[in-house]
């Protein structure tokens, strides 16, 4: 029974709470382009952003990083984002879903995905896609991954979570420490020990057996955003179209298949999906990429983008909020991705204001990258201004 | 100039690994580039990749990258959306040529990567921490030792404090709930992993080759081929350590309780030693 206890609450801190959160950006959204994936995508985009905004000052300024003080601050704004993101995310009436045939196609709508599954072949498809993420799931809970770096990522997560301080033990060894500057600005492994306390759980069982259900899902969330935005370029959105779902499977079959070197994003996926650079890989920079699709084409014609001029600001307007909270985002997963992260951005603004002839894009992401630059910039600082303990 | 060439190649040459997913994806860009009409998605998936991939050849910027974070090169290839540059050229195909079309796409993908889950380090899981079981068992019949001697002792059991103050101090008596144990190389990646009551005098930083530690405990334990009882269980008095567990298969040269360790328990292939308190 606790056992069962321990799972519900994991799943509330780490799923539903996140994706309720997800209601609140998507109040930005028009009604027609909003969609469970994207509420869920920029729910976890607000629960990380908040955490980092969090766990940094706390971090930093209490004398030995007061694990137990982050908790309660950020369990007050996770349920008060929570309570606000519920209230806030309405649903599509279901006279519109009810129109989309059967009840794959309905799910699919709901999800935002308009190239629906009403045609056989899109079925199978979809099925197959299915068993292969169900496949990864299943492996995930069954098998263990061996990685080094988990002596240290998860030790930290152990630490927090059992002493109440942030970064200031050894985790390879134990004993006292200075500040660790060089990976305590990532806070992943906290937000996983946050889960850990909050669901009562073992933080190394949250990190190995409950976040790779969680982190799974969450980046094909985003891979499915990212091709349901490409494979609409043809212009058509076919009811038995196979795209979309031909995406899924490739990308899904590249993951399983991608094991090529240890250096693969598809590697660290599968091998380490709990540490913070499989997911500054695999969720962040395609999530980033999508992003800066939806922008160019918002900016575009109306026949490419789908949009009315009105419901095109409003689209921009999230897709800003979005990328500024992915920029937020960047430190919480490692110290580097804040650098890649604002400097891919800093190139696709660049690109897409070429191609779309705005120049505002550009500026904006200036705006954008403003977090990535400050927290390189506090990194720097702390890197050659804290001394060895 | 060359020989950061050189580096960057062989940084490629690493990425690229076995396979020949790389050229998949080469192909697939190709593909785009004489395909896409969509200019957004053209300037994302086409243009700014190998904008990226010549950053990367480039010595400057593969100098200045190194002097932050040396062995990480290959991250500025991930900025490069290999994964959707590969899908959406598939489901274009698939869209024109139907699922035949993807079936080969798929082949091609199985036959030119490897499969994840045949990595040697993938393995079924023992428990739900998914950490060997044998860690768990000698951790936790180490601090139930512990426990018992410090009850039977009348030492207050002192629970770890939310705030760890006596740290600071180096008051290593307040710490009555920690123990320091010197566990072999194949536990020291996972002890910490169960719990952070488990001192060690040394960790995950001796067992990477190219990282350049050094560490008596290490040497004495896991470098000599025939384990110095003398030598040692010296080092670990000097360390602190109240215990010494060693895989049963590890020779030993000499009685260790002569020095000061009595075994105390034999668990999981493993035989647990316990610090003699001196008279």
Not at chain 1, 31 to 47: D, K, M, P, T
Not at chain 2, 67 to 96: G, H, Q, S
Not at chain 2, 200 to 207: D, L, S, W
């Amino acid at each position: 029974m606790a056992a069962v206890i321990k799972l519900v609450l994991c799943i509330f801190w780490m799923v539903f709470l996140p994706v309720a959160a997800g209601g609140i950006p998507c109040l930005l959204l028009p009604e027609s382009r909003r969609s469970f994936l994207r509420r869920a995508v920029s729910g976890y985009l607000v629960s990380f952003t908040v955490f980092e905004i969090t766990a940094l000052p706390v971090l930093l300024l209490t004398e030995r990083g007061d694990f137990g003080l982050l908790c309660r601050i950020y369990m007050a704004e996770m349920l008060l984002l929570g309570i606000l993101g519920a209230a806030a995310g309405r649903r599509r009436k279901p006279g519109e879903a009810a129109g989309r045939g059967s009840f794959a196609g309905r799910v699919l709508y709901g999800c935002g995905i308009s190239a629906g599954a009403q045609g056989k072949k899109a079925k199978l498809l979809w099925v197959i896609y299915l068993g292969l993420l169900a496949f990864k799931l299943v492996m995930a809970l069954t098998h263990t991954f061996f990685d080094g770096d988990d002596a240290y990522y998860v030790a930290s997560s152990v630490i927090a979570d059992e002493t109440g301080s942030m970064y200031r033990i050894l985790p390879y060894v134990g004993g006292a420490t200075s500040l660790d500057v060089r990976h305590a600005m990532a806070m992943l492994p906290m937000w996983i020990a946050f889960i850990a306390r909050m669901s009562g759980t073992h933080a190394t069982i949250v990190t190995h057996t409950m976040i790779p259900l969680a982190f799974h899902p969450l980046n094909d969330a985003v891979l499915a955003l990212l091709g349901s935005e490409l494979v609409r370029t043809a212009g058509r959105e076919n009811e038995s179209d196979s795209a979309l779902p031909a995406f899924m499977i490739i990308a899904a079959l590249w993951q399983v298949f991608g094991n090529v070197s240890i250096y693969t994003p598809e590697n660290f996926l599968i091998m380490r999906v709990w540490q913070g650079k499989s997911m500054f890989v695999n969720f962040l920079i395609p999530l980033v990429f999508y992003i800066y699709l939806c922008l160019g084409r918002s900016y575009g014609r109306a026949e490419v983008s789908g949009l009315t001029e009105e419901n095109s600001g409003r689209e921009r307007s999230f897709l800003f909020a979005a990328a500024l909270m992915a920029s937020c985002t960047a430190g919480l997963f490692t110290s580097m991705a804040p650098v890649l992260t604002g400097g891919l951005m800093g190139l696709m603004s660049i690109y897409c204001a070429v191609t779309v002839r705005k120049r505002r894009i550009f500026l904006r992401t200036l705006i954008v990258v403003l977090p990535c630059i400050i927290y390189t910039a506090l990194w720097f600082y702390l890197l050659f201004t804290v001394k060895p303990f | 100039m060359i020989a950061s060439m050189t580096n960057i190649i062989g940084v490629l040459e690493q990425y690229r690994g076995g396979g020949f997913l790389l050229l998949i994806y080469a192909a697939a860009f190709v593909y785009l580039f004489v395909k896409e009409k969509d200019a957004t998605a053209r300037a994302l998936f086409v243009y700014l990749p190998l904008m990226v991939f010549i950053l990367f050849l480039l010595p400057p910027v593969y100098a200045i990258y190194c002097k932050v974070e040396a062995d990480a090169y290959y991250r500025l290839l991930w900025l490069m959306p290999m994964l959707a540059t590969v899908a959406l050229a598939a489901a274009r195909i698939t869209k024109k040529a139907g699922i035949p079309g993807m079936a080969v796409i798929a082949a091609l993908i199985i036959a030119g990567g490897k499969y994840t889950y045949a990595n040697v380090n993938v393995l079924h899981a023992e428990n739900r921490l998914h950490i060997p079981q044998a860690a768990i068992d000698v951790c936790d019949f180490i601090l139930n030792d512990h426990d018992i001697l410090m009850a039977e002792a009348g030492t207050p059991r002192t629970p770890l404090p939310e705030f760890p103050e006596s740290i600071l101090s180096g008051d290593e008596g307040f710490w009555d709930d920690r123990v320091k144990a010197a566990v072999p190389g194949e536990l020291v990646h996972f002890t910490r992993q169960y719990t952070s009551r488990v001192n060690m005098p040394f960790g995950r930083e001796m067992m990477v080759p190219q990282w350049p530690y050094f560490n008596d405990v290490y040497t004495e334990m896991e470098k000599a081929e025939v384990i110095d009882a003398e030598a040692l269980s010296e080092i670990l008095k000097e360390t602190g350590c109240g215990y010494l567990v060693l895989n049963a298969a590890k020779p030993v040269e000499g009685d260790l309780a002569e020095y000061g360790y009595e075994a105390i328990a034999f668990l999981d292939g493993y035989n647990i030693f316990r610090r003699v308190p001196e008279e």
